[in-house]
């Protein structure tokens, strides 16, 4: 799908993650209960965040001395990233320059636009090709 990069910024809210392996298993990484948007300005900027719904508060502290477990939890429920982005035909590129998981700091997602019509907007990406968790990640966006 390719598509001229003003029809695409703007602010988009999550409707759906899947993750659908080679081996035929389908995975919901979040669950199917989300929240979060995605950004993309026309100064180039993009900042990404997705959470499960059902994010529990802390009971054993704060922000900074909840409980390792609990702080874990909040980790794997939530996806936040941010930085410069470039529309190249039917993809576009994230160039991550901050980002809750640090390995994605300094290099750049690359996400396939799947066309869906009717205001939606899809990113798919491959992810680990040619492993066991070889699969496609498909995340479904609306304004």
Known sequence: MTQDSASLR???????WVQD???GRLIHPMGEALEGFIDYRED???AVMI???DRAPFTTGGQ???SDAE??????AMLAYAGRYEFTGDHVL?????????????????RR???TGGGELALEARLEEGTGQARTARILWRR
Not at 10 to 16: D, N, R, T, Y
Not at 71 to 76: E, G, N, R, V
Not at 94 to 110: A, D, F, K, S
């Open 51 to 53: 959470s499960r719904k």
């Open 113 to 115: 636009l799947v066309s």
């Open 10 to 16: 703007g602010l988009w809210h999550i409707v759906s």
């Open 71 to 76: 702080k874990a939890a909040a980790y794997q």
């Open 94 to 110: 994230h160039h991550v320059e901050i980002c809750l998981y640090p390995g994605w700091i300094g290099g750049t997602q690359r």
């Open 44 to 46: 180039g900027s993009f």
């Open 21 to 23: 392996y080679d081996d």
């Open 64 to 66: 900074w001395d909840a």
